[in-house]
DNA sequence: TTGTAAGCGTTATCAA
DNA sequence: TTGATAACGCTTACAA
């Protein structure tokens, strides 16, 4: 197979110089028929500009990273599904980095700006360590994090707000009136894990109910472990009427074993996710959940991201977007069908599914 | 900001020329004095390869593109997930593109292959045109298709077999001694409608069923829509015993109405769906679906596809992944709480959010 | 309006 | 073992 064309090429063709053939391709000012005697030498040849050569050159490759901790968690690719197109309009490739959760592939990728093969780059990451501030720190490439930064580090910064998303979810339980609202978390030692629990005791302190360890069950972020966990707060407190759950999957696991247990939700216990992934939309009775805005975070983080690259220098950024509590059948009253309230018809009709 | 070193700053730095820094950061054989006076300065300077001159240089960018039809759809997302990590492993980088279901886009994805900023291309198109093929026969770069592409095309090709599939679930439901089989299908315009109810006639004919078009209803491939679908259709035929869905967002859509109008899953009515999504083990029935294997047509697509990088010209090659059917409650018998058939236990950890 | 030539940051050839 | 030098394909002064 021959190689392609080049602007040496078409010149020959052409009989023009290397600098007139570039010059039409970038509609610089040029005789008409030179113009016409270029044009017609690219298309016989059937040119393409080399992208390589040109970020070689101008030292820009329209090409921008999303590292994110995991290509299977929804709450990334609701992100991923709001930058794709944010970076597309404006002309830039998008680079997918997944870094399953490893620190050191969250470095790797830091430190690989250095390559240049981006313009610029949005993470997500777990939890940001000294290594990531220094990377972060020494980097020439733009930088969106997702995710908690310590005050004053200067990066762009898009964040969601757990904290006040629990208060919301435990409110709204409180005004249903239960009293006896339990907290399934998983591991405190994540992120995510701590600042739920913290927000659940906060939450409760506010509203005057008292902190009942009993009422608290600490499993894992899945389903499994989620039933489980519900299972063993069953057992040792049967009277609780309203469980908040850290994320979906969890919540999911506890339907399973509320409806094994013959427990009708929500009238015996009400039942809150978190995240408002696809499933809560999906499971019956249709789950109550607090959306922590994943998707507005991705589009935020794109937004910010090109702010920097097409607009030059300016002071580091931070958005905070703010959760919301997406009611369902899991707390609003009876479960219901087709066009009931919470069946969440016509809402997320881009999860059609037609291969 | 000063610009990054090069090689330039790392020759003077050390003393030597821009060749002998290039061969050291090569491996190449040099004196040791060397090595270590280059190494001390690049360290020292924290400098990194530029990607882009290599690439130019090399003519190699170690960046595969995987272009979708639809960042929201989770039969793509399925393929990702595979994608990403065989190429992470060959130390491809994944740039990842939306054709958001329009023609023209992906016709401009093969057109952009010619700007050489990827080695390889994995597409799933949504249909195969003309212009498809002629860029497919035009290009430079190896291509593999996730999809159905004409006998003789000269492609790799991975493709799924939904024929097969709907009859794996007819011969289910029949198995189960359901004798009023109705089909909701999504528009007869689109590949997977249309080849979907063919099957479906197909497998009512081997099986000796007569094929009764008041039993085939058509809608689109949403929850609202087969919803609907299924509504007029137990208006017309109220002695349907099974429903053959022609994808999962259907299906949940048929549980919906199903519920409301009082029938029991799977006693009165069994519940098929297609594609295995992660709202099929969510749902609640949990709901048995024809996996098509998205998930392995996406690996298959990137071995396809490394290897052809990695090993040089060989004949194209084409795989077919055959489907499965995954049995659960909305047809398996009763439905059931945790633990028992079809509750998906313990198969889908990875779609856990942490975030 | 056009061509010559330098340069983007590498790799690789060829003498020394 | 090393350095000077020519590519890779493009953009852009600078001269003509």
């Given amino acids: 197979m021959a190689d392609g064309p080049t602007i040496n090429t078409i010149a020959e063709r052409a009989g023009v110089s290397i600098a007139s053939v570039s010059r039409v391709l970038n509609g610089l000012p040029t005789r008409q028929e030179t113009v016409r005697k270029v044009m017609a030498a690219a298309d016989e040849l059937g040119y393409v500009r080399n992208a390589v050569a040109r970020s070689l050159k101008s030292r820009r490759t329209h090409q921008v990273a999303f590292a994110m901790a995991d290509v299977g968690n929804p709450a990334y690719l609701a992100m991923l599904r709001q930058i794709q197109p944010v970076l597309k309009a404006a002309g830039y490739r998008l680079v997918l980095h997944s870094t399953d959760a490893v620190v050191a592939d969250e470095i790797d990728v830091l430190h690989s700006l250095g390559e240049r093969y981006v313009d610029g780059l949005i993470m997500s990451p777990l939890r940001v360590t000294e290594a990531h501030l220094q990377m972060l720190a020494a980097a020439r490439t733009p930088v969106v994090i997702i995710g908690q930064v310590p005050d004053g580090t200067r990066v762009d910064n898009v964040r969601a707000d757990s904290r006040t998303g629990v208060r919301l979810a435990i409110d709204h339980l409180y005004a249903l009136g239960?009293?006896?609202?339990?907290?399934?978390?998983?591991?405190?030692?994540?992120?995510?894990?701590?600042?739920?629990?913290?927000?659940?005791?906060?939450?409760?302190?506010?509203l005057g109910l008292p902190y009942d360890e009993n009422l608290v069950q600490i499993g894992d972020f899945y389903r499994a472990e989620g039933g489980r966990a519900v299972a063993e707060l069953l057992a040792r407190v049967p009277d609780v009427d309203a469980l908040m759950c850290a994320n979906d999957l969890i919540a999911l696991g506890a339907l399973d074993v509320l409806r094994a247990a013959g427990r009708r939700v929500p009238q015996d216990v009400a039942v809150v996710g978190m995240d408002d992934t696809d499933l809560a939309a999906a499971s019956w009775p249709s789950l109550t959940s607090v959306s922590l805005g994943s998707a507005e975070r991705g589009k935020a983080a794109a937004e910010l991201l090109l702010e920097r690259l097409q607009g030059g220098d300016r002071e580091p950024r931070r958005v905070t977007v703010p959760p919301e509590l997406v009611i369902r059948a899991s707390t609003a009253g009876e479960p219901v069908g087709p066009g009931g309230p919470g069946a969440g018809y016509g809402q997320r009709t881009d999860e059609g599914g037609k291969a």
Same sequence: chains 1, 2.
């Fill in 178 to 206: 239960r009293r006896r609202i339990a907290m399934v978390n998983g591991p405190l030692d994540t992120v995510p894990g701590a600042a739920r629990g913290a927000a659940y005791r906060e939450a409760l302190q506010d």
